[in-house]
């Protein structure tokens, strides 16, 4: 059908309004990945996943657990972004950073700017008792050149490495570009889970289920479909991600206290 130039002319200055009010959103995605966060949707097997990519060369990937002027643990993202806020620090990605304690401590290494508050633990312990004994079990870190890493923990207790930030917890969900063999196909053990993998020594990549998946469906995700030859087990059940304004995983009602968590922050206004 032949248009008018009165409707031709209608039609261009609606479509250049409809333009107009998606540039700030454009702006927008653009700035968020400006600062090395992207953030993306992943469904792989029938269930959907959370995946945050963690560009190191541009953010600055922080971990936090206690307040260092208080002394008190943040325990949430909520307090953590309140407390960066009044730092004027905006909160870009956050995620729990590991299994903890009945006391609310991290249960293994645990290192924030340089400083090892907990160190490596390497005893077998009861894999009855929790995931962190179902062996082996590892340490996320990034170094002093901001490089990352997934190792086993007797990988890295034979390296000894002096890291900026780590995280011990478990068990590994990829080792060496294999599934943990503990691992069973179809396993009816579904809760919400966490991991992380570093497929490059530059990126950091986080993953959070949308849903209940049991351990060999995640691993699969970490190997398969995000190609990261190692990869860590953070939490399950209470375990959520922070990104583009929005919380991903377990629902609220099931999140408990966190220790550690990780944060990327950027000045208000950048």
Request: hydrophobic letters at 45%; one cysteine or more; charged letters at 15%.
């Amino acid at each position: 059908m032949l248009r008018t130039r009165p409707a031709l002319q209608h039609l261009a200055l609606q479509l250049g309004r409809l333009a107009l009010l998606g540039m700030p959103l454009l702006l927008a995605a653009c700035a968020h990945a400006s600062h090395g966060v992207s953030s993306h949707d992943v469904v792989f097997d029938n269930v959907h996943f959370r995946v945050v990519t963690i560009d190191l060369a541009k953010a600055d990937l922080s971990l936090h657990w206690r307040d260092p002027a208080s002394g008190k643990p943040f325990a949430s993202i909520h307090s953590l972004q309140l407390w960066g806020s009044r730092h004027g620090q905006r909160l870009l990605f956050a995620a729990n950073a590991g299994i903890y304690d009945a006391r609310g401590e991290p249960l293994g290494l645990y290192v924030e700017r340089g400083n090892t508050i907990r160190p490596l633990n390497t005893a077998h312990g009861d894999p009855m008792a929790g995931n962190f004994s179902l062996l082996p079990n590892g340490v996320f870190a990034i170094d002093a050149a901001g490089h990352a890493s997934v190792q086993t923990t007797r990988a890295f207790a034979k390296t000894g490495p002096e890291p900026r930030i780590a995280t011990q917890s478990g068990p590994m969900l990829v080792i060496d570009g294999k599934i943990n063999p503990e691992f069973v196909a179809g396993s009816d053990s579904v809760k919400w889970r966490s991991g992380v993998c570093a497929p490059t020594p530059g990126q950091a990549v986080f993953a959070v289920s949308a849903g209940p998946v049991n351990f060999h469906t995640f691993a699969s995700l970490f190997l398969d479909k995000l190609g990261c030859r190692n990869a860590l087990y953070l939490d399950g059940t209470l375990s959520q991600i922070y990104a583009n304004g929005n919380y991903y995983g377990a629902p609220a009602f099931m999140v408990k206290p966190y220790a550690g968590i990780f944060a990327v922050f950027v000045p208000f206004g950048h």
